[in-house]
T-cell receptor
Framework: QKEVEQDPGPLSVPEGAIVSLNCTYS??????FMWYRQYSRKGPELLMY????GNKEDGRFTAQVDKSSKYISLFIRDSQPSDSATYLCALFMNRDDKIIFGKGTRLHILP | EADIYQTPRYLVIGTGKKITLECSQTMGHDKMYWYQQDPGMELHLIHY???????EKGDLSSESTVSRIRTEHFPLTLESARPSHTSQYLC???????????FGSGTRLTVV
């Protein structure tokens, strides 16, 4: 079983819609949860990171962590064409001191 | 401005050539990483360093080598390039890993 599973998409939604991106993971020892955004031909950039279960909001983006279900989500409100990118979830535990990345979900926001 | 730089951005090279991919960061981070990324696949860690004169192999077996003589510089070398090395190579750095990595823009390598 892979440590983190993420649907690769592509996911196409109309401009203005709410987008939901998700990952599941298998190891309950993961402590930190991150979302990266990667535009074509660029490196990933960190959008948000959270430590505990619950929600964290930053502008139009909300990260949600459910440790009991081993499930993390990223919600994008009022989606814009500029949000079209690949979104990677990433997880970290102190024991390994390395970040594990999901495969990424390709998102297309249709004008 | 604090940043991480990779050169070249694109490289097409013949089989058997020796190549060095450059990575430099201006943030003073001790921890630096090299990842390999193929389309639709996970990022695979190939090398990392926790400071000067510290280098370790990552989870993905790689024929490349790295060096860390200065904090800001973490070059990756392929002694003899092969078509199987065709990929995107991403360099990253961090202060505290739980705070995430800062990535460079990547080098897209094609070996013909």
């Amino acid at each position: 079983q892979k440590e983190v599973e993420q649907d690769p998409g592509p996911l196409s939604v109309p401009e203005g819609a709410i987008v939901s991106l998700n990952c599941t993971y298998s190891n309950s020892a993961f402590q930190y949860f991150m979302w990266y955004r990667q535009y074509s031909r660029k490196g990933p950039e960190l959008l948000m990171y959270t430590y505990s279960s619950g929600n964290k909001e930053d502008g139009r983006f909300t990260a949600q962590v459910d440790k009991s279900s081993k499930y993390i989500s990223l919600f994008i409100r009022d989606s814009q064409p500029s949000d079209s990118a690949t979104y990677l979830c990433a997880l970290f535990m102190n024991r390994d001191d390395k970040i594990i990345f999901g495969k990424g979900t390709r998102l297309h926001i249709l004008p | 401005e604090a940043d991480i730089y990779q050169t070249p951005r694109y490289l097409v090279i013949g089989t058997g050539k020796k190549i060095t991919l450059e990575c430099s960061q201006t943030m003073g981070h001790d921890k630096m990483y090299w990842y390999q990324q193929d389309p639709g696949m996970e990022l695979h860690l190939i090398h990392y360093s926790y400071g000067v004169n510290s280098t370790e192999k990552g989870d993905l077996s790689s024929e490349s080598t790295v060096s860390r003589i200065r904090t800001e510089h973490f070059p990756l070398t392929l002694e003899s390039a092969r078509p199987s090395h065709t990929s995107q190579y991403l360099c990253a750095s961090s202060e505290q890993v739980y705070g995430g990595y800062t990535f460079g823009s990547g080098t897209r390598l094609t070996v013909v």
